[in-house]
């Protein structure tokens, strides 16, 4: 409108105003883009991802400007929320923490990342936007059940144990030293009342392994099964050896954090091959 009083009045005040905001937007633009330029976003996963269940990712944005920070910078993710960090300076880099949700399970692409700012004025949005050239694989949701997997064993605490010597358990015995024994099992003070050193005896609790036929539970539909199956490794996994059967793939049972990983990963990628 100020332009067009200008050309119509022929008043050079008018010009001057409109030449002088004209090159406010071409000075502001130039500092927004430059603003959101340079700066790098990653996106990082957790170990364990359920469909259904909100997991949590770290957002990053990396400053590789050498001289200037960055201001006002929102992170939105294509498939979940929106972060904000007032400052990034230079050469450094800022993260936070971001619910993301995955419906169903296999594999997911984490999709779009992308980088807006108002900075300086707050006349125009700048974006950039990336692609996150990576995936992760999308466990089945977790549902509870009283089986153990197997139909032949419950998996209540302290059944299906047997005992065994060993030095981990309980004392059980008191008996004769034979010389194989470890001197740290000698037990001394009844040593000392008696002419023979007495070594104390122990004894093991081992827990028989848990193995979960897919196929033979008894529940309706695969993705009921592979629910079943995946609270069944994520409870008992870290107690007792874990083995998984399905088809004719067959994994052997297996103990801690890292074999309850895999087998997760057969059961979310079941039927994608």
Request: with cysteine; net charge positive.
């Amino acid at each position: 409108m100020l332009g067009f009083a200008a050309v119509n009045t022929g008043n050079n005040l008018l010009f001057l105003v409109v030449a002088g905001l004209l090159a406010f937007m071409s000075v502001t633009g130039l500092a927004g883009m430059y603003n959101i330029k340079k700066m790098i976003p990653d996106l990082h996963p957790p170990e364990e991802i359920y469909a259904g269940i909100p997991a949590p990712f770290r957002l990053s944005v990396q400053n590789t400007k050498r001289y200037l920070p960055s201001f006002l910078i929102h992170l939105e993710c294509s498939i979940g929320q929106t972060l904000v960090f007032p400052v990034v300076l230079k050469g450094s880099s800022s993260h936070g923490s971001i619910l993301l949700t995955f419906n169903q399970r296999g594999r997911a692409q984490l999709g779009r990342v992308t980088i807006t700012s108002p900075y300086p004025v707050g006349f125009f949005t700048r974006f950039w936007s990336f692609e996150i050239d990576s995936a992760v694989t999308v466990f089945p949701r977790p549902i509870a059940t009283d089986e153990s997997g197997s139909g032949e064993e419950s998996p209540a605490t302290g059944i299906g144990l047997r005992r065994e010597r060993g030095l981990s358990g309980e004392l059980e015995r008191i008996y004769p030293y034979s010389g194989s024994e470890p001197l740290r099992s000698i037990h001394w003070k009844h040593s000392a009342r008696s002419h023979d050193l007495l070594v104390k005896g122990f004894g093991r609790c081992v827990v028989a392994p848990l193995v979960i036929d897919l196929d033979a539970l008894p529940w309706q539909g695969v993705e009921e099964r592979l629910s079943r199956a995946a609270w069944l490794v994520q409870r008992w996994v870290r107690e007792r050896p874990v083995g998984l059967r399905y088809g004719d793939r067959i994994f052997p049972a297996g103990i801690g954090k890292q074999h309850g990983l895999m087998l997760l990963k057969e059961l979310a990628l079941y039927g994608s091959d």
